[in-house]
């Protein structure tokens, strides 16, 4: 069988014919333990021209916007790389904000006869088609975007005192922008049935009815999660989900924890889904209505603090390159340097290949993924971190089987 191969290599290497040919990717930069490729670069750029299309330039103007966003191509990828070192450092994690935000998009997303999206399956199809890429590959993305914002609130926006005063000045002029909707958070158990035998179904179902007379007399629910729930992604958090709002949830779910009647603390009945019996324990609930200054307050902190954050983000973004093993090869430039760091290409016999190979690229590509934010059609609106909050975003419900949601129906 013939094999055919593409071969990028440095202009600096020699020519050469070997038996084993392996197809190899130039490397632009070297970032602590990770690398940033020319290909990589290359995607940046395509990208960026696609997105300066759909805003509608053409011709000369947009050939020299994509030769302006190509000429940061270098800084933005080293930027991202740092911060999502950093978050790992910090052990920062954005699964619940991940989710929220994941299925507020799938909220808006419509087929083309214009109807909601509600099927998870139907949902990962669509946002391959708007945005070119897996649903894996998307969702890494985004989580990656929400770590590196994580990193620059934490690191940078919490050093920047703003008065009380000053606070509750801006909420009260910008009141209608923390208006929202009925919601409620919530807290889970589940009890596992899939592959079990109609005995085994039978015991589980009296496991869980076992796990609420317990929680009802006043263990501790976190504890009994921990202990009992067969749900890996939230047996680690004591149960938490995302809030949920009306229209999201199984009716037979919605009618309990929406109910006047059963308040914060309530636990439900175990509920039959095919994955197994699922608990409920309502942990807060909150009225349609104009948010109070206290629930939004940190919202409320990112708003003021916002216009100063530029200025700040690049200080903290040239002390992370100050403090990192940082290579770049020549013919490449780093337009966000750090004054006086030597970032020279060092003998590359001492140090890592200047080429790596495309199996070697593809291994790593989960854990090191571009940043660049393609937005979905119809979800135009830049996502802040206000957007993302509890308050304000949507869930999908207990039986919708998106990406850690962990209720399926």
Known sequence: MF???????AAMLPMAVAADVRVVEEIAAKVNGDIITRGELEQMRKEAEQRRRAEGLSGAKLQDAVKQDASSALQDQIDQLLLFQKGKDLNINVDGELTRQLAD????????????????????????????????????????Q??????????????????????????????????????????QILISTEGKTPDQVAAAEKKAKDLVTRARKGEKFSDLVRDNSDDP?????????????????????????????????????????????????????????????????????????????????????????????????????????????????????????QTTTKEEVAARVHRHKKLLFIPIPGTTKKVSAKETSPADVPAPPPGTPTPAAPVKQ
């Open 233 to 353: 992604e939230t047996s680690r958090n004591g149960g938490s989900l995302p809030p949920y709002q009306r229209g999201l949830m199984p009716k037979d779910m919605e009618d309990v924890v929406f109910s006047p009647d059963h308040a914060k603390g309530y636990v439900t009945d175990p509920f039959k889904r095919p994955q197994g019996f699922v608990i409920l324990r309502i942990d807060e609930r909150y009225a349609a209505g104009q948010a109070s200054f206290e629930e939004v307050k940190n919202e409320v902190q990112e708003a003021v603090t916002a216009p100063q954050m530029d200025a700040k983000v690049r200080e903290f973004l040239t002390r992370l390159r100050q403090e990192a093993f940082l290579e770049i090869k020549d013919g490449y430039v780093d337009s966000g340097a750090a004054p006086g760091k030597d970032t020279r290409w060092h003998d590359v016999a001492q140090l890592k290949p």
């Open 146 to 187: 929400m770590l590196s914002r994580r990193v620059i609130g934490q690191e940078v926006g919490y050093r920047m005192n703003v008065p009380e005063s000053d606070l509750r000045k801006y909420y009260e002029e910008h009141k209608a922008e923390y208006v929202r909707k009925e919601q409620v958070f919530l807290s």
């Open 3 to 9: 094999r055919r191969f593409v071969v990028l290599i």
């Open 105 to 144: 998009i799938q909220v808006q997303a419509k087929d083309k006869d214009g109807n909601r999206i509600t099927d998870p399956d139907k949902f990962h199809q669509f946002i391959q088609e708007q945005t070119g890429m897996s649903f894996e590959d998307y969702r890494d993305r985004l989580k990656r």
